[in-house]
C-alpha cells in the first residue's frame, strides 16, 4: 500500500476490505464459520451455557472470523489475509479459550474484591484492545471515537469537576467491569447477537438462499408494477418486505436496489431520487414486525418486554410509515408523468403466487409463533425450518445440506459487524454503569429542557440521530436508551413507548446527513451524490420523525387502548400522513398551490395526533380548504 493511501483521512474513516476467502483460505476459513454456527444454535436452543461463556465463545469466534475476513483498510488485500490479521484472529481465539477455561472460577468470584491474576489482566486486556479493533474495521472511526471518548471519560473523569465528575477509577476496576462481568463487553448486546440476532439473521439468510427475495420482488412488480411510477412503487413494497426479513437497510439497498434504482433511472427517475426512494423505503424494513431489527431484540432484555409485545406494538407505526413514503412516491409520480414498470418486466399475479407463494407460509409461521407467546429463539428456530421445508417443494427453490451449509457461514459473515458493534457497546454501557453517567446526564438534559416532556423528546430524538450518524442502529439504539430512556419514564412516559420512540429515531439516522450510510450504499448503485439522495430520503421517510412522538402522545398507535381507540387513531393517522405527502409534493388529483399546501400539511399533522380537539379542528381545515372545490364540482355536474 502506497504511504498516501496508508495516511490518507479516508482510509482510517472508511470500514476494512470485506473479503471473501479465495482457494486454501476458503478451505480454512469455511469450516471455522461453520462450526461458529453450529455452536450458536446449538447454545440457543438446546445445550445449557451461563450467559457470560455464551458470550466470550461468541465474541471469540466472531472476531476472530472478523479479523480473517475484514482487512484493516479499505485498501487490504482481498485474497488472503495479512501476518498481523493472522495474529490478531489467534490472539481473539486464545483469550476465548482461556476464559472459557476459567469460566467456572469467574462465575464464583466477586467482583472488585476477589484479586485477578497477571494472566487475566493480560487476555482481559488483550479483550478490551481486541474490541476496539473490531468496531473500528467493521464500523469505521465514528463509533469507534465514541468508545474511546468513554473509556477516557472512565479513567481521567475523576479530574473533571461540576456534575459529570466521578470517583476515581483505575485501570484494574475498570478492566473487571469491562471484562469479567456481565455489564461490560459480555453484556445484553453481545448476547442478543449471539442468540435471537444470528438465529433472525439465518433465516433471512436461508429465505434469500432460497430464492424467497426474487419472489418478494417479483409479487411487488405483479401488484403495482403497472400503476403510475410503477418501479418506484416496487422499490417501495419489495425493499418492505425484504427489509422486514433483514433487518439491515444497508444490506436492503444493496440487495433490492441493485434492481430497482437501474430501472427507476431508465424510466426517467434522476439518480439521487431513485436512490432515495430504494434508501427511504429500505431503512423503514427495519420497523417492520414480525422479524424487524437487532435493535428490537436488545429492546427485549433492555425493557423485559416480551418480543411479541414489541412486534405488535410496532405493526401499525410500520404500516403509517409505508402509507407515507407509498404516498408520496405516488403523488410525485402523478406530478412528473412518471409511467409504469415496461410491460415485460411485470409478472403476472397467479404465477408468480404459483412460484412463490408458498414463501408467505415461513412469515405466518413466525407471526403465529409470536402470537402464541414463544420466545424469539424459538420463532427464528420455526421459521428457519419451515423455509427450509417450503423450499423443497419446488425444485428451483431447494437448497439441499451443502446450500443449508453455505447458509450458516454466509450468517456468520453477515453477523460479524453485527458483533463488532454491540461488543462496542456493551463496553459503552459498562463505562455508564460505572461512573453512574445516566443520572449525571438526566441532570444535564433537565436543565436544558426545564423537566418539559415535549422539549425532551425533541431533544431525545435530535441526540439519537446524532449518535447514530456512521453507526450501526442497534449500537444507537444501545447508547440512546442507556441514556435517553430512563430520562422520559421519568417524565411518566411508559417504557415501551420510551423505547420504541428512541428505536425510530436509532433506525432513521442510517438515512439522515451528513453520514447516512444506507444513502452512501445507494449512490455507488445511483450513481449520484449521497447526500443528496440523504436529503431526499429524510424528506420520503418525514413519517418516521412524526410518528414517534404520535404515540408517545396517543399510545393507541402501539395497540394501547380500546379496539375504537385504536381504529381511529390509526386511520386518522393514515389520512394524515397522505395529505402530509400530498402537500410536500404538491398534487393531490392536481397540481396544489403554495398557499394551499401550508393549510393542507398542517391539518394532516393534526390528524396523525390522536387528540379529539386538535382533530376537530384539523377536519375543519379541511372543509373550508376543500368546501370550494367540491361546490365547483356540484356546479358543473349541475
Known amino acids: 500500500m502506497q504511504a498516501r493511501q496508508i495516511f490518507s483521512v479516508d482510509t482510517w474513516f472508511s470500514v476494512g476490505a470485506r473479503r471473501r476467502p479465495q482457494g486454501i483460505y476458503y478451505w480454512v476459513f469455511t469450516p471455522f464459520a461453520l462450526a461458529i454456527a453450529v455452536y450458536v444454535i446449538s447454545a440457543a436452543t438446546w445445550v445449557i451455557i451461563d450467559p457470560w461463556t455464551l458470550a466470550v465463545l461468541f465474541f471469540a469466534g466472531m472476531s476472530a472470523l472478523g479479523f480473517l475476513t475484514t482487512g ?50 493480560f487476555f482481559a486486556s488483550v479483550v478490551f484492545l481486541l474490541t476496539i ?86 409479487f411487488a412488480a405483479a401488484v403495482s408494477g403497472r400503476q403510475a411510477g410503477g418501479p418506484a412503487k416496487v422499490a417501495v413494497l419489495s425493499s418492505g418486505m425484504y427489509g422486514m426479513i433483514s433487518g439491515s437497510p444497508t444490506s436492503d439497498v444493496v440487495t433490492t436496489g441493485s434492481i430497482t434504482i437501474p430501472i427507476m433511472k431508465r424510466l426517467g427517475y434522476s439518480g439521487r431520487l431513485a436512490g432515495a426512494i430504494e ?15 437487532t435493535a428490537a431484540f436488545i429492546m427485549v432484555d433492555f425493557t423485559g418486554i416480551d418480543y411479541r409485545d414489541i412486534a405488535i406494538a410496532a405493526l401499525i407505526p410500520a404500516v403509517l410509515y409505508y402509507v407515507s413514503v407509498y404516498a408520496q412516491v405516488h403523488f410525485r409520480s402523478l406530478r412528473e408523468g412518471f409511467t409504469a414498470l415496461d410491460a415485460d ?40 425450518v419451515v423455509v427450509v421445508a417450503v423450499a423443497l417443494v419446488k425444485k428451483h427453490t431447494r437448497i439441499g445440506i451443502i446450500g443449508i451449509g453455505k447458509v450458516l457461514v ?95 429515531y436509532a433506525v432513521m439516522s442510517a438515512l439522515t446527513p451528513p453520514v447516512a450510510v444506507a444513502a452512501y450504499a445507494a449512490s455507488s448503485i445511483a450513481e449520484d451524490n449521497p447526500l443528496y439522495i440523504a436529503v431526499l430520503a429524510v424528506k420520503l421517510a418525514l413519517a418516521a420523525f412524526i410518528i414517534p412522538f404520535a404515540f408517545v402522545y396517543g399510545p393507541a398507535l402501539l ?80
Open 72 to 121: 484493516a483498510t479499505k485498501y487490504a488485500d482481498l485474497d488472503r489475509p495479512a501476518i498481523v490479521d493472522m495474529v490478531l484472529a489467534a490472539l481473539s481465539i486464545a483469550a476465548g479459550i482461556y476464559f472459557a477455561v476459567k469460566s467456572a472460577e469467574v462465575e464464583q468470584r466477586i467482583a472488585l474484591l476477589d484479586p485477578l491474576s497477571n494472566w487475566d489482566l
Open 133 to 218: 479493533e473490531i468496531t473500528r474495521r467493521t464500523t469505521g472511526l465514528g463509533l469507534t471515537f465514541l468508545v474511546l471518548v468513554f473509556v477516557a471519560y472512565n479513567l481521567f473523569g475523576h479530574h473533571l469537576s461540576g456534575v459529570i465528575q466521578h470517583g476515581y477509577i483505575d485501570y484494574t476496576h475498570f478492566i473487571e467491569i469491562t471484562v469479567f462481568t456481565t455489564d461490560g463487553i459480555f453484556g445484553v448486546p453481545v448476547r442478543v447477537a449471539a442468540t435471537y440476532a444470528f438465529l433472525f439473521v439465518m433465516f433471512g439468510t436461508l429465505l434469500q438462499a432460497c430464492r424467497g427475495g426474487d419472489f418478494f420482488f417479483d
Open 279 to 293: 434508501v427511504a423505503a429500505s431503512t423503514g424494513g427495519s420497523l417492520v414486525p414480525p422479524v424487524m431489527g
Open 345 to 384: 418486466k411485470i409478472p403476472g399475479l397467479l404465477d408468480t403466487l404459483k412460484k412463490g407463494g408458498l414463501f408467505f407460509v415461513p412469515l405466518a409461521a413466525l407471526t403465529v409463533a409470536l402470537l402464541q407467546g414463544y420466545t424469539p429463539t424459538y420463532v427464528a428456530v420455526v421459521g428457519s
Open 410 to 504: 454466509e450468517t456468520c459473515y453477515r453477523m460479524v459487524p453485527v458483533a463488532g458493534a454491540t461488543a462496542a457497546a456493551g463496553l459503552i454501557i459498562g463505562g455508564i454503569t460505572m461512573t453512574g453517567l445516566a443520572g449525571k446526564f438526566a441532570h444535564v438534559v433537565y436543565g436544558i429542557t426545564d423537566a418539559q416532556l415535549l422539549p425532551t423528546l425533541g431533544l431525545t430524538a435530535a441526540l439519537t440521530v446524532v449518535l447514530g450518524l456512521g453507526m450501526p442502529t442497534p449500537s444507537a439504539y444501545i447508547l440512546a436508551s442507556a441514556l435517553m430512556a430512563p430520562i422520559l419514564s421519568q417524565l411518566g412516559v411508559e417504557i415501551l413507548q420510551a423505547h420504541m420512540f428512541v428505536l425510530y
Open 559 to 638: 395497540m394501547i387502548g380500546s379496539a375504537w381507540e385504536i381504529v381511529l387513531a390509526a386511520v386518522t393517522a393514515a389520512l394524515g400522513l397522505v395529505l402530509i405527502a400530498a402537500a410536500i409534493e404538491g398534487y393531490l388529483a392536481r397540481p396544489l398551490a403554495a398557499w394551499f399546501r401550508w393549510p393542507l400539511g398542517l391539518a394532516g399533522l393534526g390528524l396523525v395526533f390522536p387528540d379529539i380537539e386538535i382533530m376537530l379542528a384539523s377536519l375543519a381545515v379541511l372543509v373550508v380548504l376543500f368546501a370550494p372545490r367540491a361546490l365547483a364540482a356540484v356546479r358543473r355536474r349541475g
